[in-house]
């Protein structure tokens, strides 16, 4: 079992940034590929980065290449997700997920967080 703990959400301008935090606890954290997700008001959950083991295998949407940063301290047993230039279509619920064996840009992942609100102001 792998229990993730997202933080680091809230309300921002547009043109800002916010920094997201999950913290992994349970079994090895380094064994998961950890992604982020996010689920706005009628829309399905789309996945927004991910990130290998390692580090090895990052992978970014369209949509926030560019502005978005994926991260992990395996060490802190924590991933990050880094957010510039936010824009109203930003505004979701931002999930983490982890799962064995590789990223994959679909939400077939064994574990998520219960989530974390981000809202950008225009």
């Known amino acids: 079992q792998v229990q993730l703990v997202e933080s680091g959400g809230g309300l921002v301008q547009a043109g800002g940034s916010l920094r997201l935090s999950c913290a992994a606890s349970?079994?090895?954290?380094?064994?998961?590929?950890m992604g982020w997700f996010r689920q706005a008001p009628g829309k399905e959950r789309e996945f927004v980065a991910g990130?290998?083991?390692?580090?090895?295998?990052?992978y970014y949407a369209d949509s926030v290449k560019g502005r978005f940063t994926i991260s992990r301290n395996n060490a802190r047993n924590t991933v990050y997700l880094q957010m510039n230039s936010l824009t109203p279509e930003d505004t979701a619920v931002y999930y983490c997920a982890a799962k064995s064996g590789m990223v994959v840009t679909t939400t077939q992942y064994n574990y998520w967080g219960q989530g974390t609100q981000v809202t950008v102001s225009s």
């Open positions: 990130i290998g083991q390692n580090s090895f295998g990052i």
């Open positions: 349970g079994r090895t954290f380094s064994a998961y590929a």
